[in-house]
């Protein structure tokens, strides 16, 4: 409208593009090994087609205990390193991820990678008399990495026991062999510590492999 003068009508046509939104992921890997995690469009989350990924450098926990990870400024098709463990305890890797569809840059997520310990022993050698035992019980410390024991009762969770002032029980039962059966002094159970007195009902792993009840895995709520 100029003064009283209208003028021809004209129109405006507004691209929207799709801006990507994408929930948190996890994964799980043996130390050593890739993990891809690759989003996909439906349900809560939008993934245009052609989104690609950049990351900043993980957040390791506990600190310096993964190799292999690293930030990445050019956009990937998918999210993916190898990664190493280098203790003999599980370890994560936080990710933090932008997805960028076409010029639009969606929210940040996170990629969090459990990388799972993967035992590295040498060569071992011993030398017996005829007829003697010998033993060979390898050690975590120097190069060589050996995971602490864990035991997964199911899935209600995990318990971890200590090898400290390990004993043996006697086996048991009636009109059956039952297998002798190693009990710890102290078990980690979801983030509790439980004693000498809670022991028999966590952790038990017998000679032939572990052999846990659902009554025990209760312990572990």
């Known amino acids: 409208m100029s003064g009283t003068c209208a003028g021809a009508t004209f129109t405006v046509t507004v691209t929207v593009n799709p801006r990507a939104t994408i929930a948190n992921k996890t994964a799980t890997i043996c ?115 050996v995971p602490a024991e864990r035991h997964t009762l199911d899935s209600t969770g995990t318990c971890t026991c200590s090898l400290n002032n390990r004993r043996q029980r006697p086996g048991h039962g009636s009109g059956k062999h039952q297998p002798d059966t190693h009990e710890y002094d102290q078990c980690s159970c979801n983030g509790n510590i439980y004693s000498d007195a809670d022991v028999g009902n966590l952790c038990r792993s017998d000679l032939y492999g572990d052999r846990h009840s659902k009554s025990e895995s209760n312990n572990c709520k």
Request: aromatic share 6%; net charge neutral.
């Open 31 to 145: 130390s050593g090994a890739a993990f891809s995690i690759t989003p996909v469009n439906g349900g809560a989350e939008i993934v245009p087609g052609g989104t690609t990924y950049t990351w900043t450098a993980p957040v390791l926990a506990p600190a310096a205990s993964i190799t292999g990870g690293s930030a990445q400024g050019t956009g990937q098709a998918s999210i993916s390193q190898t990664l190493t463990n280098t203790t003999n305890a599980v370890a994560t890797a936080t990710y933090t991820v932008t997805p960028m569809s076409g010029t639009c840059a969606g929210a940040t997520f996170t990629v969090t990678v459990t990388v799972n310990p993967r035992a590295t022993i040498a060569n071992k050698t011993a030398t017996i008399c005829s007829g003697a035992a010998f033993s060979i019980t390898p050690v975590n410390g120097g190069a060589e990495i």
